[in-house]
């Protein structure tokens, strides 16, 4: 049965106003992939995963956004909308749990134009068990696919990884790391100094990259008093979102090859 809320995080960051208006849109969720905007793309992919009850859509003016969306975005009964404040962490953590968004919670974002719903199912079958769970993909499957497309790798002693834009909050314990990552919001420009919340000896592995992925979630879990889990995707696509003209350049043409089925035809690893 389907029993997960999906949040779609469609607010605007700073910065992202300028990529959106050269697009002639008014929000970065509107930009068309396909002729399509990502925001319809993607709520559309969730509603078509078989472990998704609901959508809400998340952002800073969401009735303004859905009236410049697809009419059927509003009138699906499965999608609702919330109003982001000045956080992540904290505008999911006023929704999250709630009648309108009970738990389970599926975070994702509205610039993840190549979701497919192979991937959600993938990703929530990977996390059971777990009160937090986060996608990557390890770069030699993304480059292995797409060895034009420039990510941020997450370096750890057992591999190169980038976040897959899918985050799981699976019990009411996972408040913790919403609380965490609200702290992160804060202190972003001093990740060495958010590492030392996890001890010294998290921090010097973590420094010198002598701590597997898994190790680093296991004990990041302990001192928040929670199970979190990495969550590998086999998918080349799940690493690629649009934050920026080449990045829709690449989606644009990866959608154009692959029209009727992207699971089907993408890369595994």
Sequence with gaps: MPNWTAIVLAGERP???GFAESQGVRAKALIAIGGEPMLARVVRTLLSSPSVARVVVLAQAPEALLADAP???AADPRVSTARAGDGISSSIAAVAGTAAAPWPVLIATADHALLTAEMVECFVAGAAGADAAFAVADRATVERGYPETKRTWLKFSDGHYSGANLFALATPAARGALDFWAKAERDRKKALKMLTFFGPMIFLRAVTRTISLDTAALKVGRALGLAVRPVRLPFA??????DKPSDLALVERIVANNPSDLSAAGHRG
Excluded: C, H, R, S
Aim: hydrophobic fraction near 60%.
């Design 15 to 17: 910065g992202e106003t």
């Design 237 to 242: 696509e799940a690493a690629i979102d649009v």
């Design 71 to 73: 009419a059927w975005i």
